[in-house]
């Protein structure tokens, strides 16, 4: 059954490839690397819940070698479970994985705004929970990718093709991100827009994470 949520398709919300991505993965045989890197960059360009989280990892570091070390510990999270669990075959339901993609922005948003230091006393180690949730990315497509049921011959090299595709793509937009965001830190503004702009990922991450239960629960 077709779940719609305000006549939007579940797919739409969720770890999705379009349709016309979708044919060409479930037809494609053999070693086609530049194909594969340019549907791992456009998944990562297009993928609004990586770049969510990725801004929220972001938002405050103002060091290109602090901005380096968590973007590589999310993308090797992703790499390490799309292969994992594409190559061993291991499916869990989108819907959950989903979810918890969206959960990640809202534990990264709260966790922006001390929430976790001033509830608990404790400050998660962010490097943990950024590699943790980059496990769980890579999880929900290679759910995907195993739906797809993507011929095996050539698979390994097109998956470490689809991989360096996802990281131009991660490259790519975290440039614009970061030139956007170098001119809003330097607003006078940027300080008390800062809590209103957590607010808004919270908020994202929310209604992403309410979108994908109710789908679990109604497909």
């Given at each position: 059954m077709l779940f719609t949520i305000a006549g939007f398709p579940a797919e739409v919300f969720a770890h999705g490839v379009t349709e016309g991505d979708k044919g060409f993965i479930q037809e494609s045989s053999?070693?086609?690397?530049?194909?594969?890197?340019?549907?791992?960059?456009?998944?990562?360009?297009?993928?609004?819940?990586?770049?969510?989280?990725?801004?929220?990892?972001?938002?405050?570091?103002?060091?290109?070698?602090?901005?380096?070390?968590?973007?590589?510990?999310?993308?090797?999270?992703?790499?390490?479970?799309?292969?994992?669990?594409?190559?061993?075959?291991i499916s869990v339901n989108a819907y959950l994985i989903d979810a918890i993609i969206g959960f990640s922005i809202v534990y990264?948003?709260?966790?922006?705004?001390?929430?976790?230091?001033?509830?608990?006393?404790?400050?998660?180690?962010?490097?943990?929970?950024?590699?943790?949730?980059?496990?769980?990315?890579?999880?929900?497509?290679?759910?995907?990718?195993?739906?797809?049921?993507?011929s095996p011959d050539g698979l390994v090299t097109n998956l470490i093709?689809?991989?360096?595709?996802?990281?131009?793509?991660?490259?790519l937009a975290l440039s614009v991100i970061l030139i956007a965001m170098g001119f809003w830190r330097r607003s006078t503004r940027f300080s008390r827009q800062a809590y209103s702009a957590q607010v808004v990922l919270m908020t994202a991450g929310f209604l992403l994470t309410g979108y994908q239960l109710t789908g679990y629960f109604v497909a």
């Open positions: 053999g070693v086609m690397i530049f194909p594969f890197i340019y549907l791992g960059a456009k998944h990562m360009v297009t993928g609004y819940d990586h770049l969510l989280f990725l801004v929220g990892v972001i938002f405050f570091l103002y060091r290109f070698k602090d901005v380096a070390l968590y973007v590589s510990l999310f993308a090797l999270g992703h790499t390490v479970t799309l292969l994992f669990g594409t190559l061993m075959q990264k948003a709260l966790d922006n705004l001390g929430a976790f230091q001033r509830w608990f006393g404790v400050q998660p180690d962010t490097r943990i929970a950024t590699m943790i949730f980059g496990l769980f990315h890579g999880f929900g497509l290679a759910t995907k990718i195993l739906d797809y049921q993507v093709a689809f991989n360096v595709g996802v990281e131009i793509g991660q490259l």
